[in-house]
C-alpha cells in the first residue's frame, strides 16, 4: 500500500492512540538537522513497545518501508525517509523508568533525551557515562543505533561499552527482549550488539538497560595552546596517570578551526590562548573545584617545557570554562560560513594525527589550492571532525575524491573512515569503496536473514 489517501486511515485504525501526520503535516515541522527526515508519506508516534510492535507489523505486511527517528540530530542521512515510506518517531517512548543507585544501572525507553537521563541520574551521584553537543534532543535510542561516541568515549567507550541490555522491535513485529542488567553475562551470542551500531535496519530499539558511572564531585576546564597533536597527546597521558583526579575531556581544534569559531563567536584578540597551531580544551574531575583547578595548574606547569605547551589557561570561573566550551561545542559556525559544507568523520590510530592531518592538507590541495580543511574532535581517541572550507553540496565526483583523500589508508592503518556519525545514506558508497569486503558481504548476509523483505530502514548502511 504507497497509496497516501488510504494509508493514512488504515495507520489510524490500526494505531488509534498514537499521534500520526501526513506527508502535508510533516512538511510544515523542523525536520532536525537533515531536511531529507520529513520526507515519508506519514509520521507515528507509538507510546509504548507494543504499539511500535503493532506498527511494524503493519508495515511489514504491506510491505512498506519504516524508519525510525529519535532527536533527528543524526549526520549521515541515517534518518532520511522518502515518499512511501513510515517514520516511526519513538518521542512517545521518552520514560527514564528506572535508575538503581546500587547496581548503577538505569532502564530507560528509547525516546528519552540524554540530558533528561543526565540529570535524572545526577539526583544519584551518577552519570550515563557519554556526554555529547546534542545532549538536549539526542535519544538514548538514537545514540544506541548510531553507536555513539563523545566527549568521554576514551574513558567510558562508546554507546556499545554503556548498553548492558535492550529490547528490540523486529522487522516481523516480534519484540526481542534482553534487558540484562548486568555486566557479566556469558550465555551464548549476545545478540544485543547487532542493534548497537545498525542505525534502525535490522529493528527499532525501544528500551535499552545502561551502565552509569559515579560522578567527579566537580570539574575544571582549560585551554591549552601547543604546536602539534603529538604534544597535545602528551598533556592527556600525564592527566592520564595522576591519582585523585579524572581527566574527563581532551577535544583538540586545529589552529583554522579554532580562528574560525573565534571570529564567529565575536571573541576579542587575547580574550582566550588561541594562536597557536592546535588547541587543547582540557576537562579535569575531582573532589571539588578548587581541587580540580589546581591539579591543572599543576599538571600543565610539571609538562610545560617537555609537552613544548606554547600558551595556556585554567579558567577560573564558569562563564571562562563555558566559553572555552563554545569553541569546541558550537560546530554550526562552519554551516554558517560554508553552508553545505562537505563534512567527515574519521578515527585515525594513536600517534598518526599529525602525520594524518598533513597527509590530508597536501592531498586536498591536489583537488583545489583552496581547499585548506578545518579539524578538530576527540583527541583521545583519535576521533577528527573534518570540514572542507567550501560551499556545498560539491559534485557526487569531487565528493568521492575528497572522500578518497580523507578515507586512504584508514583501514589498513587500523582506523575507521566513520568514527561516530554512522554511514546512513551519505556513506554508502564510501562504505562500499573502503569497508572490507568480507565484512560487507556478512553485513548483507544478516541482513537479509533479518529482514528479508528490506522494510528497516530501506537502502541504509548495507543497501
Not at 66 to 73: C, L, N, P, Y
Not at 396 to 415: F, K, P, Q, T
Not at 451 to 461: L, Q, R, S
Request: charged share 20%; aromatic share 4%; proline share 5%.
Amino acid at each position: 500500500m504507497h497509496d497516501d489517501a488510504a494509508l493514512i486511515p488504515a495507520l489510524r485504525a490500526t494505531l488509534p492512540n498514537a499521534t500520526i501526520w501526513d506527508a502535508a503535516e510533516l512538511s510544515s515541522r523542523d525536520p532536525g538537522f537533515d531536511a531529507r527526515n520529513f520526507g515519508a508519506s506519514a509520521l507515528v508516534r507509538p507510546a509504548d513497545t507494543g504499539s511500535v510492535a503493532a506498527l511494524v507489523k503493519f508495515c511489514a505486511e504491506r510491505g512498506i518501508g519504516i524508519v525510525a527517528q529519535g532527536g533527528r540530530t543524526g549526520l549521515a542521512g541515517g534518518a532520511a525517509t522518502s515518499a512511501g515510506q513510515v517514520i516511526c518517531d519513538l518521542g512517545g517512548l521518552n520514560k527514564i523508568e528506572e535508575i538503581d543507585p546500587f547496581a548503577r544501572v538505569a532502564i530507560v525507553e528509547a525516546g528519552a533525551t540524554l540530558g533528561a537521563l543526565q540529570e535524572a541520574a545526577a539526583v544519584h551521584g551518577l552519570d550515563p557515562g557519554i556526554d555529547l553537543a546534542a545532549r538536549g534532543s539526542a535519544t538514548i535510542g538514537g545514540m544506541v543505533s548510531t553507536n555513539a561516541g563523545g566527549i568521554m568515549a576514551f574513558r567510558n567507550g562508546t554507546m556499545r561499552h554503556r548498553v548492558l541490555g535492550l529490547e528490540a522491535v523486529l522487522p516481523d513485529g516480534r519484540v526481542f527482549s534482553d534487558l540484562t542488567r548486568v555486566l557479566k553475562t556469558s550465555a551464548g551470542y549476545d545478540l544485543k550488539h547487532l542493534f548497537i551500531g545498525a542505525e534502525g535496519t535490522l529493528g527499532i530499539v525501544t528500551r535499552v538497560a545502561l551502565r552509569l558511572d559515579p560522578m567527579a564531585g566537580a570539574g575544571a576546564t582549560a585551554l591549552v595552546g601547543v604546536p602539534d597533536g603529538r604534544s597535545a597527546q602528551r598533556i592527556v597521558r600525564h592527566f592520564l596517570g595522576q591519582i585523585g583526579t579524572r581527566l574527563t575531556a581532551a577535544e583538540i581544534l586545529w589552529q583554522r578551526f579554532a580562528a574560525l569559531m573565534q571570529r564567529a563567536l565575536g571573541y576579542a584578540p587575547g580574550q582566550l590562548p588561541l594562536e597557536a597551531p592546535c588547541l587543547l580544551v582540557l576537562g579535569l574531575g575531582a573532589d571539588s573545584v578548587e581541587t580540580a583547578r589546581a591539579a591543572l595548574e599543576d599538571g600543565l606547569a610539571a609538562i610545560w617545557e617537555e609537552a613544548a605547551i606554547v600558551d595556556g589557561l585554567v579558567a577560573t570561573s564558569e562563564a571562562q570554562a563555558a566559553a572555552m566550551w563554545r569553541l569546541r561545542e558550537e560546530t554550526e559556525q562552519i554551516e554558517r560560513a560554508h553552508p553545505m559544507a562537505p563534512s567527515f568523520d574519521v578515527s585515525v590510530p594513536g600517534g598518526g594525527l599529525d602525520a594524518y592531518v598533513a597527509r590530508i592538507e597536501a592531498g586536498l590541495k591536489t583537488l583545489d589550492a583552496a581547499y585548506a580543511p578545518y579539524v578538530y574532535g576527540h583527541l583521545a581517541d583519535g576521533n577528527l571532525h573534518i570540514s572542507i572550507n567550501c560551499d556545498g553540496p560539491v559534485p557526487h565526483e569531487r565528493h568521492e575524491a575528497i572522500e578518497d583523500v580523507l578515507y586512504e589508508g584508514l583501514r589498513e592503518a587500523g582506523g575507521s573512515f566513520s568514527a561516530e556519525h554512522g554511514v546512513g545514506l551519505d556513506k554508502r558508497e564510501a562504505y562500499e569503496r573502503h569497508a572490507d569486503p568480507v565484512k560487507r558481504d556478512l553485513a548483507r548476509m544478516i541482513k537479509a536473514m533479518i529482514d528479508p523483505g528490506n522494510v528497516m530502514n530501506p537502502g541504509k548502511v548495507v543497501g
